[in-house]
């Protein structure tokens, strides 16, 4: 099977357990995801299957959407509820008002400094182990992207937002860097990610569901695992005659003379409808990065 199940994963596990249970349950040879979730975090994990984890990279690029609840006043090491508290504010002040005039300079392009906790790796060694040795090092900040950052509940000391943004954004810094500016610190207590471009938690599925629906038998009607082809919905679709299947699959460039070829990734068909594989098109010509031996679910 080659797939992508949208999965629904739950708090206390890491991406990779889930990838783990995931590849057990459906027997399949590879599995990976595309983008991490906390372990102490919810929500919409994109586990990719066999020849499905070669279209990974281009699921990460997607934009994501997050609910997270944070607690003013306390902020902690790991940014989360996990972590050790490291300021305590009582007797804070805090409104509406001031609190979406503060999130409304997060809109935008934004430069974030990845927290210690966190897998960024800094000359071969992930932050987070050396955050475990008490170890702090001066990390390079980047560019990300919020699209939105609205405020959906707010009832002191916890306040509920709602945030969308690019691949690599750390929401938990985002809610540290708030509290920090506000002068009371802050750290989340909930976080769920729900939703990845188009994919949604509501049409995702838990392990115990993805368990049901192998046992039940598994078809294309179902929402939460896809075939590579639905999983690229993004990407435009190109079909070419037999006489370029060939040369495609053996991994040659293709001409394409009937027709624009858009510029950017595109879905190579045949003229059945399979999926052949990923190109990359200028206009006239696709050269191929990713070849797909497809299967029907």
């Given at each position: 099977?080659?797939?992508?199940?949208?999965?629904?994963?739950?708090?206390?596990?890491?991406?990779?357990?889930?990838?783990?249970?995931?590849?057990?349950?459906?027997?399949?040879?590879?599995?990976?995801?595309?983008?991490?979730?906390?372990?102490?975090?919810?929500?919409?994990?994109?586990?990719?299957?066999?020849?499905?984890?070669?279209?990974?990279?281009?699921?990460?690029?997607?934009?994501?959407?997050?609910?997270?609840?944070?607690?003013?006043?306390?902020?902690?090491?790991?940014?989360?509820?996990?972590?050790?508290?490291?300021?305590?504010?009582?007797?804070?002040?805090?409104?509406?008002?001031?609190?979406?005039?503060?999130?409304?300079?997060?809109?935008?392009?934004?430069?974030?400094?990845?927290?210690?906790?966190?897998?960024?790796?800094?000359?071969?060694?992930?932050?987070?182990?050396?955050?475990?040795?008490?170890?702090?090092?001066?990390?390079?900040?980047?560019?990300?992207?919020?699209?939105?950052?609205?405020?959906?509940?707010?009832?002191?000391?916890?306040?509920?937002?709602?945030?969308?943004?690019?691949?690599?954004?750390?929401?938990?810094?985002?809610?540290?860097?708030?509290?920090?500016?506000?002068?009371?610190?802050?750290?989340?207590?909930?976080?769920?990610?729900?939703?990845?471009?188009?994919?949604?938690?509501?049409?995702?599925?838990?392990?115990?569901?993805?368990?049901?629906?192998?046992?039940?038998?598994?078809?294309?009607?179902?929402?939460?695992?896809?075939?590579?082809?639905?999983?690229?919905?993004?990407?435009?679709?190109?079909?070419?005659?037999?006489?370029?299947?060939?040369?495609?699959?053996?991994?040659?460039?293709?001409?394409?003379?009937?027709?624009?070829?858009?510029?950017?990734?595109?879905?190579?068909?045949?003229?059945?409808?399979?999926?052949?594989?990923?190109?990359?098109?200028?206009?006239?010509?696709?050269?191929?990065?990713?070849?797909?031996?497809?299967?029907?679910l």
């Amino acid at each position: 099977m080659n797939a992508v199940v949208v999965l629904n994963k739950s708090k206390g596990f890491t991406s990779q357990d889930a990838v783990t249970k995931v590849k057990k349950i459906l027997k399949a040879k590879k599995a990976g995801h595309a983008g991490a979730l906390d372990p102490m975090a919810t929500g919409v994990l994109l586990v990719c299957l066999n020849e499905a984890t070669k279209i990974a990279p281009l699921l990460m690029e997607l934009e994501k959407e997050y609910i997270f609840k944070a607690r003013f006043g306390i902020s902690t090491d790991t940014h989360d509820a996990e972590g050790k508290v490291i300021k305590e504010v009582d007797n804070f002040e805090l409104n509406r008002t001031e609190l979406e005039k503060i999130i409304r300079k997060y809109k935008g392009e934004i430069m974030q400094t990845p927290p210690m906790y966190s897998a960024v790796k800094v000359e071969g060694q992930p932050l987070h182990k050396l955050a475990r040795k008490g170890i702090e090092i001066e990390r390079k900040p980047k560019k990300v992207f919020i699209h939105s950052f609205n405020i959906e509940e707010f009832a002191l000391p916890f306040v509920t937002f709602r945030v969308v943004c690019s691949k690599g954004t750390y929401v938990r810094a985002l809610c540290h860097d708030i509290g920090e500016q506000l002068g009371m610190g802050a750290h989340i207590v909930e976080l769920e990610r729900t939703r990845v471009g188009q994919f949604k938690i509501e049409n995702s599925t838990d392990i115990d569901g993805l368990k049901a629906l192998y046992e039940k038998g598994l078809d294309s009607s179902v929402s939460s695992i896809l075939n590579i082809d639905r999983a690229l919905y993004f990407i435009p679709s190109v079909t070419v005659d037999d006489r370029l299947v060939k040369r495609f699959i053996n991994g040659n460039s293709i001409k394409i003379l009937s027709g624009i070829v858009p510029a950017g990734w595109v879905k190579v068909k045949d003229k059945t409808g399979k999926i052949l594989g990923i190109g990359f098109g200028n206009g006239v010509i696709i050269k191929p990065e990713r070849i797909i031996w497809e299967e029907d679910l």
